[in-house]
């Protein structure tokens, strides 16, 4: 699958779920796209030996909880195989 024809069936699949990437009345947008992120060297310290020379990354798509924090930072990567969400087969 094209990595744009992935984005349009995840973005569908988070629009179902709820989550907005458009403000929709006094509910603001909770999804970004495609932040980019710094991580700490703690962060890097619980992921183990593979990632001791990375400080900074981008994820996909960042989702946000109620009060706006970072909940759930998720990266496309067309090359995986499939990811089971919900019931639902993404990107496969």
């Known amino acids: 699958m094209k990595e744009a024809t992935a984005r349009i069936k995840i973005n569908k699949l988070l629009e179902a779920a709820g989550w907005r ?3 929709e009345g006094n509910a603001p947008a909770n999804i970004r796209l495609e932040s980019s992120v710094t991580i700490k060297s703690a962060d890097l310290d619980a992921l183990g030996e ?3 020379k990375t ?3 981008f994820v ?3 989702l946000l909880d109620v009060k706006a924090f970072p909940f759930i930072a998720a990266i496309l ?3 995986m195989p499939p990811v089971q969400l919900g019931g ?4 496969g």
Do not use: I, S, Y
């Open 50 to 52: 593979n990632f001791e």
């Open 88 to 91: 639902t087969v993404c990107c």
């Open 21 to 23: 990437f458009f403000p």
């Open 77 to 79: 990567n067309v090359a």
């Open 60 to 62: 996909d798509f960042l």
């Open 55 to 57: 400080t900074k990354g």
